[in-house]
């Protein structure tokens, strides 16, 4: 990940995003952990809840794609329907994961 | 605003990555960030820090944003201090009734920071202008309300006209007034009027009104002549719509003689030293308005130790109850006789006390004029 581009784009030091990226990849792991026993107990609500806070979160920092992949989750989860969030829940850890490796 | 070298901004999200975001774009720039998480923890901050704007969420669990905004703006403490909320970009409802609880602006979420730095910076240059402006005004009416003050005399500085007083001015600017006449030796003018209006150009008046006694209050004239005068200059400088009730009493207390003049103003109570206490009704116009205005005049004889009361309408009248001064005046009689062993210069705060002891505030200016014969 480019740090610096990313920090010039939020007007904030190199340091300070690093700091945040790190802050986002643990908020979303637990958020996804949420996700995973929203599935499990079928709770759409606790599902949406989590989605949401991926989504606000990454869409602050600019990392678009995950924010519509949690934005589209976020919407399934309000509808009610919770089919092939295994899928999802998959693509986002790694989404994240992936970010964590930086 | 306060005087401080940094300002403060009260960020609240249930997101912690959000408000982290906050406080690193912020604090570089030099303002001081709190933070919270929801919305009973952001109302108690805002009420101990009283920061100069709040970023508020409107989208957390438990007590949301337009929850947290309303009582905000309920407390007295705390709705003055300028609320951004922050919402999703496709919520036009949700935009438009933040607006209508009280915010200043919005942000849509996802948010930049830079955006959030911009807004934050603009609200505050507004606030401060606000503010110097609110200051400003409010400075000037502190002086008018310092410079009617000081025309009005104090009863320590005429000892010899024996009259206590009571003075309340609804706002900073005053219809009510009051002037003590030392006409000679032994004979005492008392002035009291009510002004149409409380503005600023009715302080003005006072100024006038005051200068018109000291010309015209004089052994040449009779009370009602020296009414009269005042009157004609009156008419030719208020403005359309003008004009002001009065009541002047003229006490010689060589004659034991007292003569009241009264240019529409409710009438005076007469409290003898022995006896009921009953009241002087002298109908007649306003001033200010008829140059061939005709006042009321009677003289009666009084003995030492009477008491009379005069008073501006704000004692006993009452919109809200639909009260006049003309029917208000009669309950007066029996709050004066309650009141007949204090001393004159305390009667008029005690009357006062009684007429509103049950809760009821004042609806206008109130003057009140215990004068001891």
Redesign the interface.
Same mark, same amino acid.
């Given at each position: 990940m480019d740090f610096k581009n990313l920090a010039s784009r939020l007007g904030l030091d190199e340091d300070d995003v690093i700091e945040l990226v790190e802050l986002f990849v643990t908020t979303a792991l637990s958020d996804i952990d949420k996700i995973k026993k929203g599935v499990k107990k079928n709770n759409s609500q606790d599902v949406a809840a989590a989605s949401h806070s991926i989504k606000g979160a990454a869409g602050n920092l600019g990392f678009d794609k995950l924010y519509t992949f949690a934005k589209d989750m976020e919407m399934q989860a309000k509808k009610g329907s919770l089919t092939d969030f295994e899928l999802y829940i998959s693509d986002l850890e790694n989404r994240v994961n992936a970010l964590n490796k930086f | 605003m306060k005087n401080k070298q940094s300002y403060t901004i009260l960020a609240v999200d249930?997101?912690?990555?959000?408000l982290?975001?906050i406080e +690193?774009?912020l604090s570089?720039e030099g303002y001081k960030v709190f933070l919270a998480d929801n919305g009973p923890a952001a109302r108690e901050i805002a009420i101990k820090e009283m920061p100069d704007l709040i970023l508020l969420d409107i989208?957390m669990?438990g007590e949301n944003g337009f929850d947290v905004i309303t009582k905000l703006k309920d407390n007295s403490q705390t709705n003055v201090i300028p609320v951004i909320f922050l919402t999703g970009v496709s919520k036009v409802d949700s935009k438009l009734k933040g607006f209508d609880l009280g915010a200043v602006d919005y942000i849509t +979420?996802?948010?930049?920071?830079?955006e959030v730095?911009a807004r934050v910076r603009i609200h505050l240059k507004l606030s401060i202008a606000t503010n110097s402006l609110i200051a400003e005004q409010t400075n000037k009416l502190k002086q008018i309300t310092q410079a009617q003050v000081s025309m009005l005399p104090r009863p320590e500085d005429h000892p010899d006209a024996l009259f206590g007083v009571y003075y309340k001015a609804l706002e900073e600017a005053g219809g009510d007034f009051y002037d003590i006449l030392n006409i000679s030796d032994k004979i005492t003018g008392y002035f009291v009027a009510d002004f149409s209006g409380h503005d600023i150009k009715t302080s003005y008046m006072t100024a006038y009104v005051k200068a018109l006694l000291a010309q015209n209050c004089t052994p040449v004239y009779s009370p009602a002549e020296s009414m009269k005068l005042i009157n004609n200059v009156l008419v030719e400088i208020l403005s359309d719509g003008k004009y002001l009730t009065a009541c002047y009493i003229h006490i010689n207390r060589i004659t034991k003689k007292m003569t009241i003049v009264s240019a529409g103003h409710p009438p005076v109570v007469c409290l003898p030293l022995d006896g009921e206490p009953y009241l002087i009704k002298t109908p007649g116009d306003v001033l200010g308005t008829f140059k061939d205005a005709h006042f009321g005049t009677q003289s009666i004889d009084v003995s030492p130790g009477d008491k009379v009361f005069i008073y501006s309408d704000g004692l006993v009248e009452s919109a809200q109850n639909k009260i006049t001064w003309a029917s208000g005046a009669d309950s007066l009689l029996s709050a004066c006789k309650q009141i007949e062993q204090i001393p004159y210069d305390k009667a008029p705060a005690e009357l006062v006390n009684r007429l509103f002891a049950k809760g009821t505030l004042p609806e206008d200016d109130i003057v009140v004029l215990c004068v001891k014969v």
């Open positions: - | 249930d997101n912690l990555l959000n982290k975001l +690193k774009s570089k989208e669990p +979420k996802p948010f930049h920071p830079l730095l």
